[in-house]
């Protein structure tokens, strides 16, 4: 499996190596040792979670102020952008974003570390995402900033409005947003 830090060095994408023919295809979605490996440090995964959506729909951007969730991340059908931002204030990195495309096709995983926001947007007619996490879901520590803050400046791949849940309509900018120290 190939890792490779991005512009954010935190954020990780996987590639993992296929193989197939006409039968089909295999390949190792996960392996403790060489996640491990590529993140430096041990990670327990507790939860998974697995979402439906159709295109256009944007979700997030979500994160636990307490709590806080590293989400592996990786999409089974379709295709989305997947967006992960810095809310770490001593970060060097802090506001700023990083996003790649995860699809079904190209079976990338992006590991989302402790400190950051998450969303996407479903570019595809439907998309199947699953999330590993490393803590439980608390719904009183959740937290969401706007899609579409301008200090973010997010590059959305986005043809049309985004559809979006009432949660994520009344997100946050990152200036009023609760931020880890």
Not at 40 to 66: A, C, M, P
Not at 100 to 121: D, M, R, Y
Request: proline fraction near 5%; charge should be negative; aromatic fraction near 12%.
């Amino acid at each position: 499996m190939k890792a490779t830090r991005l512009t954010i060095p935190d954020v990780i994408l996987f590639e993992p190596k296929v193989f197939g023919d006409d039968r089909g295809f295999f390949f190792e979605s996960f392996n403790q040792r060489q996640f491990e490996a590529a993140v430096g440090r041990t990670v327990e995964f507790v939860q998974e979670n697995h979402s439906r959506s159709v295109k256009n729909v944007l979700r997030g951007l979500h994160y636990q102020i307490q709590q806080p969730q590293g989400k592996l991340v990786r999409v089974v059908v379709g295709e989305v952008f997947d967006v992960a931002v810095d809310l770490r204030k001593s970060s060097p990195t802090f506001g700023k974003w990083v996003g790649a495309h995860l699809s079904a096709e190209n079976k990338h995983q992006l590991w989302v570390p402790e400190g950051f926001a998450h969303g996407f947007v479903v570019l595809s007619e439907q998309a199947e995402f699953l999330y590993h996490t490393t803590d439980y879901y608390a719904p009183e520590h959740e937290r969401c900033v706007i899609w579409n803050d301008p200090d973010l400046a997010i590059d959305w791949p986005l043809n049309d409005q985004p559809v979006l849940s009432i949660k994520d309509q009344q997100g946050l900018s990152l200036v009023q947003a609760d931020v880890f120290a």
